[in-house]
C-alpha cells in the first residue's frame, strides 16, 4: 500500500524557478527521504531526514518535515532543464526500517 | 564503484511463462531488496535479505513470486505462470548492514507479459 503522496501529481514550471513538491504519509516514521526518477527506471537517492528534524539542506534542495502534521515538502531552487524528472517520497516505518514505502510521485517538466 | 546492476533490463513473455531477473549487489552491501513498480505508480516493497536469507517476504504478492539469494550477493526473482498483471518494473536495491535507509537502486527490469 502507498503510505505517501505527494502533490501535485505534475508540476511544469520554467528554468530558474523555483519547484516545490508536497508529501504526506499517514504513520509514524523513522525517516522521510526523496528520490529522482528518471525516464521510469533506477531511483536516485536525494537527501534524507530524520523524525527529530524539521528542516535540511542539500545543495539546491531543502527538505522539512512536519511531524506533527505527517507532512514533507521538497524545494528545488534554480531549477534547470536536467531536474526533469519524477520525484517521489519514501518513509520507514518503526520496526521495519528497511522497508521503503513510496508514494506515487510528482513529475516535474522543466521548459527550458 | 559500480552500483547495482540488474539484468536483463527488458523482458518480453508470453502469459503462463516462466521468468528470472537478476540482480548484482554493491559489493560488500550485505541486504538486499526487490520491489516492482506499476505504471504510475511508486515502487513497492517485494523482498528483504540479510546476507542469504529472506528476513522478510511479506511483499510478495502470491505463490508465483519467489527470490534467492544463495551465496548472499546475485539475487533472482523467479516468476512462475506469468500474468499479465506482472507487467512492471522490477527494482532492486542493496545497502550496508545497519544502514537500511541508505538503498542504491538498481536501473530495473521492465518485464512485459503479453
Known amino acids: 500500500s502507498q503510505q505517501g503522496e505527494e502533490d501535485p501529481q505534475a508540476l511544469s514550471i520554467q528554468e530558474g524557478e523555483n519547484a516545490t513538491m508536497n508529501c504526506s504519509y499517514k504513520t509514524s516514521i523513522n525517516n522521510l527521504q526523496w528520490y529522482r526518477q528518471n525516464s521510469g527506471r533506477g531511483l536516485v537517492h536525494l537527501i534524507l531526514i530524520r523524525s527529530n528534524e524539521r528542516e535540511k539542506h542539500s545543495g539546491r534542495l531543502r527538505v522539512t518535515l512536519d511531524t506533527s502534521k505527517k507532512s514533507s515538502s521538497l524545494l528545488i531552487t534554480a531549477s534547470r532543464a536536467a531536474d526533469t524528472a519524477s520525484y517521489f517520497c519514501?518513509?520507514?516505518?518503526?520496526?521495519?526500517?528497511?522497508?521503503?514505502?513510496f508514494g506515487k510521485g510528482t513529475l516535474l517538466t522543466v521548459n527550458p | 564503484g559500480a552500483g547495482v546492476s540488474q539484468t536483463p533490463s527488458n523482458k518480453v513473455t508470453e502469459k503462463g511463462k516462466y521468468v528470472e531477473l537478476r540482480c548484482d549487489p554493491i559489493s560488500g552491501h550485505t541486504a538486499l531488496y526487490w520491489y516492482r513498480q506499476s505504471l504510475g505508480q511508486g515502487p513497492e516493497f517485494l523482498i528483504y535479505f540479510q546476507g542469504t536469507g529472506a528476513a522478510d517476504d511479506s511483499g510478495l504478492p502470491n505463490d508465483r513470486f519467489f527470490a534467492v539469494r544463495p551465496e548472499g550477493s546475485v539475487s533472482t526473482l523467479k516468476i512462475q505462470r506469468t500474468e499479465r498483471g506482472d507487467s512492471a518494473v522490477y527494482l532492486c536495491a542493496s545497502s550496508r548492514q545497519g544502514s537500511y535507509n541508505e538503498q542504491f537502486f538498481g536501473p530495473g527490469t521492465r518485464l512485459t507479459v503479453l
Open positions: 519514501a518513509t520507514d516505518g518503526r520496526g521495519s526500517n528497511y522497508k521503503l514505502t
